[in-house]
């Protein structure tokens, strides 16, 4: 039997994938080791991203084929400026970085790619946008799922960083990512591989968005 096109996807983008979502970043976060000078260029870039991904979001929510697929996104949107915006705001301010810092940071490369990896699947259109998405927000999942069988770290802005990606309505989400991407198996091949290209790039990006702050 063939597999989901989301997991032929998923499968296809190792090492990469395995080496975002089992990354030391995220092992030394659920053990609560990893120290606060890491953790603050890892929170400057990826404010810097989820804005960004609020763009991405949008874009992807005007190119939705239906209102049910408008309204999953939509709720998605509403979760990453109100709930997620608080909680960096509050990690910000716990970790003495000014407003001034973290709305205009200077992006290192890797987060640069990331950026431009989105606005190129925009040109695209939505499966390849739908593909960005799901890479991300997948493998924050997975990450997320294997730190959160550890006993809690003290830190809240470590602790809620696990916990905003397990709750139930972010499973849901990517399990309606993944939904779609399946969708995507009755494109032509031409599309398909363009799909796989984007979801391997994804992962490598997500990979290296962790290496580069470790590298530092
Ligand atoms: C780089 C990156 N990728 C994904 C996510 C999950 N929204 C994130 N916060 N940052």
């Not at 915006?85 to 940071?105: H, K, M």
């Not at 890797?110 to 699947?121: F, S």
Request: charged letters at 25%; a negative charge; one cysteine or more.
């Amino acid at each position: 039997m063939t597999q989901p096109f989301s997991e032929q996807l998923r499968a296809a983008a190792e090492p990469w994938w395995s080496g975002a979502v089992e990354h030391r970043f995220t092992a030394q976060l659920g053990d609560d080791v990893l120290s606060d000078e890491i953790y603050s260029r890892y929170l400057l870039q990826d404010y810097a991203f989820v804005g960004t991904l609020a763009d991405h979001v949008a874009r992807t929510l005007a190119a939705a084929p239906d209102m049910a697929a408008k309204g999953v996104l939509a709720a998605f949107l509403a979760a990453l400026t109100s709930a997620e915006n608080d909680y960096f705001e509050r990690s910000f301010a716990a970790l003495g970085i000014a407003p001034d810092e973290y709305r205009a940071p200077k992006l290192n490369p890797v987060a640069q790619l990331l950026a431009r990896e989105m606005q190129d699947a925009q040109a695209c259109g939505y499966a390849d946008m739908i593909t960005v998405l799901a890479c991300a927000e997948w493998a924050y999942l997975r990450w997320a799922k294997l730190q959160a069988i550890k006993t809690p770290p003290q830190r809240f802005w470590l602790r809620e960083w696990i916990d905003i990606h397990v709750l139930p309505e972010f499973e849901q989400f990517v399990a309606w990512l993944r939904g779609q991407l399946d969708g995507f198996a009755s494109l032509d091949e031409a599309d398909r591989l363009r799909l796989h290209d984007r979801f391997t790039r994804m992962a490598w990006l997500e990979q290296a968005f962790f290496d580069v702050l470790m590298d530092d």
